[in-house]
């Protein structure tokens, strides 16, 4: 079974300045991999997904992530934050496209 | 077209009392998913359905829990004598058949309030 691990359950950051989210998994075989962020009160939106291919992956709202297959991370990162960007993040895995296995999630608070 | 749509958006009931909680997927969407989502933690997979099929249950109590994808009508999750430790968000995501890669959308989901 897979498993993804967030290991920043928060992260504050000050406005303009760059992030990363981290997150692994456990897999022995090829996983697709996600990154969905949540606002509040609301149901999560695809970011960006890794499929196949380059390993840098380009979402929406300026955000990428990279594919390291020897470290089995998909850290996810933008350059500068706005306020705009505060919410929760979720990595999620999925080996057969039938089973999605998702981290326990990283808060982002953009501070002013 | 429009997104996966979950109703009702705030559901409150009393201890002992059933809870149906409704998703309708994406246009040409044939696989449901159930998720529930505790404060403070991240999201626990409940159910997969794909039309009168339960695919995976393995995330949901065996006790008082129950799923269902029929051939017409949305996905509805139930949630019979609910308790106090039921009150959570459900979110509700579906997905294409269309290969390994078809990633989920997610509704809006449905906050339970038992009181």
């Known amino acids: 079974a897979q498993s993804v691990t967030q290991l920043d359950s928060q992260v504050p950051v000050f406005e303009e300045a760059p992030v990363e989210l981290r997150c692994n998994y456990s897999?022995?075989?090829?996983?697709?991999l996600f990154w969905y962020v949540q606002y509040p009160n609301q149901g999560l939106q695809l970011l960006l997904k890794y499929l196949s291919g380059s390993t840098l992956v380009k979402g929406i709202n300026g955000f990428e992530a990279e594919f390291n297959k020897s470290q089995t991370s998909f850290h996810l990162r933008k350059p500068s934050v706005h306020i705009s960007d505060t919410a929760e993040y979720f990595c999620?895995?999925?080996?057969?496209?039938?089973?999605?296995?998702f981290g326990t999630g990283t808060s982002l608070t953009v501070i002013p | 077209n429009a997104g996966v749509m979950q109703n009702p958006r705030h559901l409150v009931r009393r201890r002992g009392q059933e809870a149906r909680l409704r998703c309708s997927p994406m246009k040409g969407h044939s696989h449901v998913y159930w998720y529930r989502q505790l404060p403070e933690e991240g999201l626990k997979f409940m159910v997969y359905l794909q039309k009168e099929n339960i695919i995976d249950e393995s995330g949901m109590p065996k006790e008082r829990f129950s799923a269902e994808f029929p051939k017409e009508g949305p996905s509805i999750l139930r949630i019979q004598q609910v308790v106090r430790g039921d009150s959570a968000a459900y979110f509700c995501?579906?997905?294409?058949?269309?290969?390994?890669?078809?990633?989920?959308?997610f509704g809006n989901g449905t906050r339970l309030t038992v009181t």
């Open positions: 897999s022995s075989v090829s996983v697709y």
């Open positions: 995501a579906s997905s294409s058949p269309g290969g390994k890669s078809s990633p989920l959308h």
């Open positions: 999620a895995v999925s080996r057969t496209g039938n089973q999605f296995y």
